[in-house]
């Protein structure tokens, strides 16, 4: 954790950064364990760390979304929640419209320090607790297209976050 002390900025990047380091040396320790099975790993990895929530936040977002007036306001205030509980060791960009919404991630914690740790392809285990708040989303019933076209953990210069409110089952704004 001291070699990336740096990321520690506030209180949320500083849980962000022990999350992280914990993921590390877990994998590291596991591994030979496992014959180097990745995938193995992985999977035991996956369990604690998000698919046990998964559960709670989905019902939670199916109660909020049932009593949300305005579905694409709610949506897109949590991308801005979502920043929020990132903390500041995340560079994130929003870019908003009346029925569009992308928050751009240039900078994951948890990318970094996978990255610089050799093993970035723990990155998607982060990226999977970022869908889970937007899983319940159905755009037919609520109104509301969430998209994620792009990740770091995918290669590209950042994770994309896009919302697009639809009128008639039609996405606004195709061409951003």
């Not at 992308?102 to 970022?130: K, M, W």
Request: some cysteine.
């Amino acid at each position: 954790m001291e070699r990336h002390a740096a990321l520690a900025v506030d209180d949320r990047a500083s849980t962000h950064l022990q999350i992280a380091c914990l993921v590390q040396g877990t994998y590291q320790t596991l591994l030979p364990w496992f014959k180097n099975d990745h995938e193995k790993v992985m999977e035991i990895i996956r369990k604690p760390v998000g698919e046990s929530s998964a559960a709670a936040v989905g019902v939670a977002q199916r109660i909020a979304l049932l009593l949300s007036f305005d579905k694409f306001r709610l949506v897109s205030k949590g991308l801005k929640h979502m920043e929020a509980d990132f903390g500041k060791a995340f560079v994130v960009e929003h870019y908003e419209k009346p029925d569009f919404h992308r928050a751009r991630v240039r900078r994951c914690l948890y990318h970094s320090v996978f990255t610089a740790e050799g093993n970035p392809q723990l990155t998607p285990i982060f990226c999977a607790l970022d869908s889970m708040w937007f899983d319940q989303l159905k755009p037919q019933k609520h109104g509301v297209e969430f998209r994620r076209p792009t990740t770091l953990a995918g290669g590209n210069a950042a994770c994309d976050f896009v919302l697009r409110k639809l009128r008639g089952g039609i996405a606004q704004h195709k061409n951003r």
